[in-house]
């Protein structure tokens, strides 16, 4: 008898909201139990952080391993630039060209304009909402490269996020790689720090609402968390995805949503795949759509309280 994956994720999507899930763990032991059951049925390794800024609450599974960036990394690239623009340390207006030869195999919008170039907020644009990865290398070259955005993050408070190469190079994360990695809880803590619209964050808040736009206008996060969340709550966030031949299949998806508070709450997602039987992406885009589920009744229970 064949083994069905299909099967067995759709066993695990009613056990984890079923009593399977341990009744003696506390309402968030049996949530992060949720988050197991998913990752049995899924196979490989998910790193989950959900952080909601108003309560100061987290909810966590695996959060601390380190798992490949991906396209993750180009939210805090958005950031950085806007942040330089704020600072008057980078003019964002300035027009960049390039060659045929520059384009990658993920490049939309540098495809597009061809010779007519585009300006550096816009390449900033189209890396975080395209998910462009020409665009994304054009950025890193005026910015300072990898290691300027690994200096981003440090200034953040982030010591563990790491980016070392350009595209499309940094895909190739094996599992004992450090160079180009995260966290989920360093990604969440890095988002809080960027868009949580208080005193704290280094974006003023016309370019932090620029930001969060940008993450609502990702189209590459719909059948992800997004997926998972009501319909009409506002979110945004930034996805990553490689198969990259000997390192595997990995998938992320980082943003945030509005708790019914109206305050952001945050999430990071990221996934490996185990190189010996990964999964099809369906499958991995289904599962994040349920971890999506397992954040809405997270925030819903944590309001219920607030608000009752």
Known sequence: MGFDRRGVLAGAVALAGSACV?????PDGRLAAKLAILERALGGTLGAAFYDVEQGLTLTHNAELRFPLCSTFKFSLAAMVLMMEQNGTL????????????????????RERGAQGATLLELARAAQ????????????????????????????GDDVSRLDRMEPQLNAVAED???????????VS?????????????????????LRQWMQDTATGSKL??????????????????????????????????????????????????????????????????????????????WTIVLT
């Not at 003019?91 to 540098?110: G, M, N, Y």
């Not at 909402?129 to 953040?156: E, H, K, M, Q, Y």
């Not at 369906?282 to 819903?300: D, H, M, P």
């Open 129 to 156: 909402v395209a998910s462009d990865n020409t665009a994304a290398n054009l950025v890193l070259d005026r910015v300072g490269g990898p290691a300027a955005l690994t200096a981003f993050w440090r200034a953040l």
């Open 91 to 110: 003019d964002t207006s300035q027009h960049v060209t390039w060659q045929d030869s520059d384009l990658l195999s993920h490049a939309p919008f540098t």
């Open 190 to 210: 890095t988002l809080t720090k960027l868009i949580a619209s208080d005193s704290k964050t280094p974006l003023g808040a016309q370019r932090q609402a620029i």
């Open 225 to 302: 968390v997004r997926a998972g969340l009501p319909p009409a709550w506002e979110a945004g966030d930034k996805t990553g995805a490689t198969d990259w031949p000997g390192a595997g299949i990995a998938r992320a998806d980082i943003g945030y949503t509005l708790s019914p508070g109206g305050t952001p709450v945050m999430f990071a997602l990221y996934y490996r795949a185990d190189r010996d039987a990964p999964p099809p992406q369906t499958e991995i885009s289904r599962t994040f759509a349920e971890v999506g589920r397992v954040l809405t009744g997270w925030i819903r229970r944590n």
């Open 22 to 26: 341990p009744l003696h763990q506390s």
């Open 177 to 187: 790689e450090l160079r180009d990695t995260t966290t989920p809880a360093a990604m």
